[in-house]
């Protein structure tokens, strides 16, 4: 066909623009924003689990909000470094790594090659409680927005913003700049903010405080929910020999050495579900105390709850543990009965509840191994010593790599230069070395991430996952990779996460509000990067600036 002459092409778009014009437009109501949005982040929750153990769940709780909303099976922490900080920002700004800055739990600061800590800021201490350092006081390593941010920045301040888990960045990297967090103290038991925030608690923070709930589980144990046979599939006992320091299986008692109720037992209590119950009680002290969801001003009000004990029983026995799997039904039990108290207080209807988690979780080593997979462990420490080795050895300068904090190495490139070195010459010679260690899959160097040629279009999943995952000002200047159902660790027993792979990313992500959501369950892919501008969309706010995901419009009612 030959073009068309400018001319005729005026008539045609006159004639399309005419026939738009004059096609009725059909008016859609869309629903009023809820009055409360309710972000529930299972610290460390593979969708794995989720989908196995649904049969036990109760009424209430996880399978209310699997067969009431709607439910992504295949949604992803899309970013190569997937552990706990780094996942929690993601969840509310919408943004990866690269952008929002928070690249792990801790990393190397690139000037005093100190290691930092991801919500570390000795300008700030927690109100009424020791605060050392390095201690999570503020959100200023966070370098974007949030939601939450952009909720209160819509309704002028009016909207309130709280966060509560049972980790300082669990509460802060959810709770965004202008939000307001509390976190568990293990030294004591109670919840704590910071000066950051306020100078003081409130007075219904202070009450709360007052009645002391943390100790009423001294002396207790914990003890399977559920009958012997509904444990049948799980990992074997054997697989984790007793310590001096536990029994390592059923039941778990909860008591200090010392005999009195002290840090000691407040410690004791983070790999138990009294964490999460702890966390969910003073969730709600603050509704009452903040009037969440009924807002004097008639604003909507956002709630983050990080719920952190299933992921230190994850990292002490493995997703595939009976200490797991109970873990997750008495959860499940716990949201039920907090749920039901949200929706009494708020009003059913009201209320938008989203669950995700920051990061799945591998198998432990030993249980792939007894499933005829390659897994083990490699020492960051150990890596990085035969590394300086082999650089040594072949540019006769000790100590080339100056820091690690896997999976970044930092190179010493001040020596490199001043040895009349190309820095990529012993980027690719350190890289050349790594990749024949145990365990390690692939690394990328400085170079190449400067260069773009990690995440290009055309290269793998996993190339594009690190490169999100890399920001050039914080980031290392070699990226080591292990191999699937291998880890970074320096111990014998237990697991971690961190890699770039499914059992790693892939997260549960269900929304449900009928209000406002179809229910149903969504094979599409999406990430949690999603979940900000999702909700952005059903508050009418702006969504937060770094903000890379999408509005999941096939889930959204639109009359």
């Given at each position: 066909m030959r073009p068309l002459s400018f001319a005729a092409s005026a008539v045609l778009l006159f004639t399309i623009h005419t026939v738009q014009a004059a096609t009725p437009t059909v008016a859609v109501a869309l629903p009023a924003p809820p009055k409360l949005v309710v972000v529930l982040v299972v610290d460390g929750l593979p969708n794995e689990q989720l989908q196995r153990y649904r049969d036990q769940?109760?009424?209430?709780?996880?399978?209310?909000?699997m067969d009431q909303g709607a439910t992504f099976s295949n949604a992803h922490q899309a970013h190569g470094v997937t552990v706990t900080a780094v996942g929690h920002a993601a969840i509310l700004s919408g943004a990866y790594p690269y952008q929002h800055g928070i690249i792990g739990n801790n990393w190397i600061d690139p000037v005093t090659r100190q290691s930092v800590?991801?919500?570390?800021?000795?300008?700030?201490?927690?109100?009424?409680?020791?605060?050392?350092?390095?201690?999570?006081?503020?959100?200023?390593?966070?370098?974007?927005?949030?939601?939450?941010?952009?909720?209160?920045?819509?309704?002028?301040?009016?909207?309130?913003?709280?966060a509560v888990s049972g980790k300082d960045?669990?509460?802060?990297?959810?709770?965004?700049?202008?939000?307001?967090?509390?976190?568990?103290?293990?030294?004591?038991?109670?919840?704590?903010?910071?000066?950051?925030?306020?100078?003081?608690?409130?007075?219904?923070?202070?009450?709360?405080?007052?009645?002391?709930?943390?100790?009423?589980?001294?002396?207790?144990?914990?003890?399977?929910?559920?009958?012997?046979?509904?444990?049948?599939?799980?990992?074997?006992?054997?697989?984790?020999?007793?310590?001096?320091?536990?029994?390592n299986r059923f039941p778990f008692a909860y008591y200090s050495d010392s005999g009195d109720i002290d840090a000691g037992y407040y410690n004791r209590l983070?790999?138990?579900?009294?964490?999460?119950?702890?966390?969910?009680?003073f969730a709600r002290a603050?509704?009452?105390?903040?009037?969440?969801?009924?807002?004097?001003?008639?604003?909507?009000?956002?709630?983050?709850?990080?719920?952190?004990?299933?992921?230190?029983?994850?990292?002490?026995?493995?997703?595939?543990?009976?200490?797991?799997?109970?873990?997750?039904?008495?959860l499940d039990r716990m949201l039920a009965n907090f749920m039901s108290y949200i929706d009494r207080k708020v009003g059913a209807g009201k209320?938008?509840?989203?669950?995700?988690?920051?990061?799945?979780?591998?198998?432990?080593?030993?249980?792939?191994?007894?499933?005829?997979?390659?897994?083990?462990?490699?020492?960051?420490?150990?890596?990085?010593?035969?590394?300086?080795?082999?650089?040594?050895?072949?540019?006769?300068?000790?100590?080339?790599?100056?820091?690690?904090?896997?999976?970044n190495l930092?190179?010493?490139?001040?020596?490199?230069?001043?040895?009349?070195?190309?820095?990529?010459?012993?980027?690719?010679?350190?890289?050349?070395?790594?990749?024949?260690?145990?365990g390690v899959a692939e690394v990328f160097t400085r170079t190449q991430f400067e260069a773009g040629a990690v995440g290009n279009a055309g290269t793998t999943r996993l190339g594009v996952l690190m490169q999100r995952a890399w920001n050039r000002e914080l980031s290392g200047d070699l990226i080591v990779i292990t191999k699937p159902n291998w880890l970074f660790g320096s111990g014998s027993t237990g697991t971690s996460h961190g890699s770039p792979y499914a059992y790693d990313t892939n997260v549960p992500l269900v929304l449900s509000g009928p209000a406002w959501i179809k229910p149903g369950h969504y094979g599409q892919y999406a990430e949690t990067v999603d979940i900000a501008p999702t909700l952005a969309n059903l508050l009418r706010v702006r969504p937060p600036a770094g903000a890379e995901g999408r509005v999941l419009t096939e889930l959204l009612r639109t009359n």
């Open positions: 769940f109760g009424q209430g709780g996880l399978r209310r909000l800590y991801c919500t570390e800021d000795a300008a700030y201490t927690y109100i009424g409680e020791e605060t050392k350092a390095g201690d999570g006081t503020s959100p200023n390593r966070l370098r974007v927005d949030t939601l939450g941010d952009q909720l209160r920045y819509a309704t002028g301040n009016r909207a309130k913003v709280i960045r669990g509460a802060i990297l959810l709770a965004g700049k202008s939000g307001t967090p509390y976190m568990y103290m293990d030294k004591t038991g109670n919840f704590a903010s910071s000066t950051f925030y306020m100078q003081q608690h409130p007075q219904w923070a202070q009450r709360y405080a007052a009645t002391k709930p943390q100790e009423r589980y001294y002396g207790k144990s914990w003890k399977p929910l559920l009958a012997d046979a509904a444990y049948a599939t799980d990992a074997p006992d054997e697989l984790y020999p007793a310590t001096p320091a536990s029994p983070k790999a138990s579900p009294f964490l999460d119950e702890l966390t969910l009680d603050a509704v009452e105390g903040e009037q969440l969801g009924n807002n004097p001003a008639g604003v909507p009000d956002l709630l983050g709850v990080s719920l952190s004990a299933h992921d230190y029983v994850n990292h002490a026995y493995g997703p595939e543990s009976k200490m797991s799997h109970d873990h997750l039904q008495r209320v938008l509840y989203v669950l995700t988690a920051d990061h799945g979780f591998p198998n432990t080593p030993e249980f792939a191994k007894a499933a005829h997979q390659d897994a083990g462990r490699i020492d960051g420490a150990k890596l990085t010593d035969a590394l300086n080795g082999a650089l040594a050895a072949r540019y006769g300068k000790p100590k080339l790599v100056i820091a690690q904090s896997v999976p930092h190179l010493d490139y001040a020596a490199i230069d001043k040895l009349g070195l190309a820095r990529a010459d012993v980027e690719h010679s350190a890289a050349q070395f790594l990749r024949t260690q145990a």
